[in-house]
């Protein structure tokens, strides 16, 4: 799902010339071959191995994300790696040392904190045109717990549920956001399907080391749609028909294919894609309160709210898939001057701190105070 995205960014991305790709399934690696002329392998070590690769986008399962990472690294190749970096603080390490060992680049992404409204209310606080952060509010809801999934997807043990999939976005854009250096959390997960038996809902409060906080609350039950509240625009920024609530849980239900089959057959490269966005990508309805002046992203700009009143801002000229677009421009900026990207292993491994520390202050129904946070602004 996440590299049939991804594929198309960096096929409409001037920078990027797509090579070759691995995938253990054969239809997505067939599709893949015909579009771009290029090599397909069945195993990730067969395309580390290939010379003319330079970048490896790695979009396997998050239980195959160290091991993918450390193949790429040994390879020296510059690696994209999919959110959540890792399940575990010990293998966010061992990329790490991977990616320092092997003097290669590493850029945690996609995530919707490259979205350019996100960047933009980032630039916007750090500057502090509208004063001190106060509060951050980041909501959503979607049909995530009855989207076709594989098993895994759906144990918690396995990296399975929101916690580790969904959560991991709004972490990434609150501390893009609020300057990256987290003090503690504390949360709650829901479980409210015993058919789904993974963490469907969250509610955090994320404390940040200045003071800041923000509140995340997240719901994958199919029932409300955040997109209500987002002008009835998708996640990726495609025009949504109002009238989809339920529709997933309906159209699972109906379904004589089983769940992994269908995924494939709805999801990966070379499967139909939706229709091509017309505004900014988005993750839910977002609020950042400063103390001069309140933002939220727009269809297509950035909505700011101060004493004079409401007025929308234009954000920077749209690439053709923005959000992903960025994850390309900064792996690329690395190359290009030598200096690791900011959203790399050390700010990956605290996003999955952060990530972790809610499911255990969710277990514990304690404060969980954290201890490998970085800022989001280049050390010099
Ligand atoms: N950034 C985003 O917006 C976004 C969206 C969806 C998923 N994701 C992330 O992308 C990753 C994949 O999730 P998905 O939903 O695309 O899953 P998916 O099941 O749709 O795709 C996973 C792909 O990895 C392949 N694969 C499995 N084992 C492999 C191996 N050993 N070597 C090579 N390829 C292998 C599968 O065949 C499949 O094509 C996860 O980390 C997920 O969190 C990110």
Known sequence: ????????????????????????????????????????????????????????????????????????????KHIILEKPMALTLADCDSIIAAVERARVHLVVGHTHAFDPAVREMARIVASGALGRLGMIAAWNYTNFLYRPRRPEELDTARGGGILFNQVP???????????????????????????????????????????????????????????????????????????????????????????????????AYGAQAGPPPTHQPHFGVMIVTCERGEMRAAADGLFIYDAAGKREVALPASAAMPGRSEVLDDMIAAIRSGKPPLQGGRWGKANVEAMLAIQQSARERREVTLQHQVSSKPSS
């Not at 854009?173 to 789904?196: E, F």
């Open 1 to 76: 799902m996440a590299g049939a995205v991804m594929v198309r960014a960096a096929a409409a991305h001037p920078g990027i010339k797509l090579c070759a790709a691995a995938d253990p399934h054969a239809a997505p690696r067939g599709a893949f071959a015909r579009d771009f002329n290029a090599r397909a392998y069945a195993d990730i070590a067969a395309l580390c191995d290939d010379p003319a690769v330079e970048i490896v986008y790695i979009a396997t399962p998050h239980q195959f994300h160290a091991e993918h990472a450390a193949l790429a690294a040994a390879a020296g």
């Open 169 to 267: 976005h709004q972490i990434d854009m609150v501390r893009t956001i609020g300057g990256g250096r987290l003090r503690s959390v504390r949360a709650q997960a829901t479980r409210l399907d015993p058919a789904r038996p993974t963490e469907g809902g969250v509610v955090a409060l994320l404390e940040f080391e200045d003071g800041a906080a923000a509140s995340l609350v997240y719901g994958g039950y199919d029932f409300f749609d955040g997109d209500e509240l987002h002008f009835w625009i998708d996640e990726r920024g495609a025009a949504k028909p109002p009238d989809r609530h339920g529709a997933a849980r309906r159209a699972l239900a109906a379904e004589q294919v089983e769940e992994t089959r269908l995924r494939l057959e709805r999801f």
